[in-house]
């Protein structure tokens, strides 16, 4: 097992790595990351629609949904929320600020094209009639609750989010096999499913699959208050503060491993 300084120090390898990968390769990657992200997301709708309680839903979900890093992180891509952790090469001056902004656009608009491409087969190829559309209300409910959410809200749960994101990554890299990288991730991905915090790159799949599944209107009278179920919702009152969460969360543990392990050391 790796120490947490040893971590760090590997972190700088990876970090550097992932700055300088050619924009083609990136935000192929990043596609295939948002569209595993999405893939657990709907894994764990699946699972929770089908609970007795809200309760057990929530839980089965919280299980269910560490798929997503576990494809991220093993079969490789490039996560938005993960990637915050370039900070740490950044500060240690080994990867440029101009490398880090180019790298967190890109990967973020890639997370986003493969969250909507997942949305949309999910709602189209009509897996949404499970349960007897319980499936259907369920996603739609859950993005229009996300959506009503308040600016400062939706930001604190984004900075919790990804500080457990970011954990996540980092307690990965401290196992030297698959099983070790697995078992380590589960956790603090659980811990964040079942408290409800916010994932930017969840989002960009769970409410596109809610917008998209308003549209039929079979599906639409299953589900209760949508008012604040709009695209302009999705994108001012939910995806913006949330991707400011994810950021400050992920820098603040990049900066704190960073300033533990590698300040004096630079």
Same mark, same amino acid.
């Given at each position: 097992? @790796?120490?947490?300084?040893? /971590?760090? $120090? @590997?972190?700088?390898? +990876? *970090? $550097? =790595? $992932? =700055?300088?990968?050619?924009?083609g390769k990136m935000f !192929?990657? &990043?596609v295939l990351a948002g569209a595993y992200i999405a !893939? #657990?997301? !709907? *894994?764990?709708? +699946? &699972?929770?629609?089908? #609970?007795?309680? &809200?309760g057990a839903g929530r839980l089965l979900s919280a299980c269910v949904f560490p798929a997503g890093l576990t494809m991220v992180l093993l079969a490789g891509s490039e996560l938005f929320t993960g990637n915050c952790l370039i900070l740490i090469p950044v500060l240690h001056r080994e990867?440029?600020?101009a490398a880090f902004v180019r790298n967190l656009v890109v990967v973020y608009l890639g997370n986003t094209l493969g969250g909507i491409l997942v949305a949309a087969g999910a709602v189209y190829s009509r897996i949404f009639d499970l349960f007897g559309g319980g499936m259907a209300a369920g996603a739609i409910s859950t993005a229009a609750a996300k959506c009503a959410l308040p600016f400062g809200i939706a930001f604190l749960r984004g900075i919790f989010c990804n500080l457990l994101v970011c954990l996540a990554v980092w307690m990965a890299m401290a196992a030297k096999d698959a099983a070790g990288k697995v078992a380590a991730l589960?956790?603090? /991905?659980?811990?964040? +499913? !079942? %408290?409800?915090?916010?994932? %930017?790159?969840a989002n960009l799949y769970y409410i596109p699959a809610g917008l998209l599944a308003l549209g039929d209107p079979a599906w639409a009278a299953l589900a209760g208050d949508v008012s604040a179920l709009t695209w302009g919702n999705f994108l001012f009152g939910n995806l913006l503060p949330v991707t400011l969460g994810n950021l400050l969360g992920g820098m603040i543990l990049a900066w704190a491993y960073w300033a533990v392990y590698l300040k004096e050391k630079k």
């Open positions: 097992m @790796n120490t947490p300084g040893e /971590i760090a $120090k @590997n972190y700088l390898a +990876v *970090g $550097k =790595a $992932k =700055a300088q990968l050619p924009l !192929l990657l &990043a !893939l #657990a997301g !709907l *894994g764990a709708s +699946v &699972a929770s629609a089908g #609970a007795e309680s &809200a990867v440029s600020p589960f956790f603090p /991905i659980f811990l964040f +499913v !079942l %408290c409800g915090f916010e994932h %930017c790159v």
